[in-house]
Nanobody, 125 residues
Framework: QVQLVESGGGLVHIGGSLRLSCAAS????????MGWFRQALGQEREFVSA????????YSADSVKGRFTISRDNANNTVYLQMSGLKFEDTAVYYC??????????????????WGQGTQVTVSS
């Protein structure tokens, strides 16, 4: 049974930092691209960042470049999203997702097979 379990969300002040984690199980983690998406209230789910199966290549939305860093630990089946310089507009539920090598475009939700339940990130003053 595939499971993706996010953790690390919470309430943070503007300019602060958080590190999200996503623990994966039930599939061959090291064969999948991992992505982070987010969904603000009333908005569509949007791409944040992704990392290829080996951790060699990363991809990020323009809105988070220079502030968010994605990484993975294949030995422990975990992907991380280090977020710094947080802004109001980063407030959302953050989801991790797994994309197989034959998956679709990694910038779109349709490219991913498996999803976590999400973790709330709230940025306040």
């Amino acid at each position: 049974q595939v499971q993706l379990v996010e953790s690390g969300g919470g309430l943070v002040h503007i300019g602060g930092s958080l590190r999200l984690s996503c623990a994966a199980s039930g599939y061959t983690f090291s064969s999948y691209t991992m992505g982070w998406f987010r969904q603000a209230l009333g908005q569509e789910r949007e791409f944040v960042s992704a990392i290829d199966y080996s951790g060699t290549s990363t991809y990020s939305a323009d809105s988070v470049k220079g502030r968010f860093t994605i990484s993975r630990d294949n030995a422990n089946n975990t992907v991380y999203l280090q977020m710094s310089g947080l802004k109001f507009e980063d407030t959302a539920v953050y989801y991790c997702a797994a994309r197989p090598r034959w998956g679709g475009n990694l910038y779109y939700t349709s490219g991913y097979n498996y999803w976590g339940q999400g973790t709330q990130v709230t940025v306040s003053s």
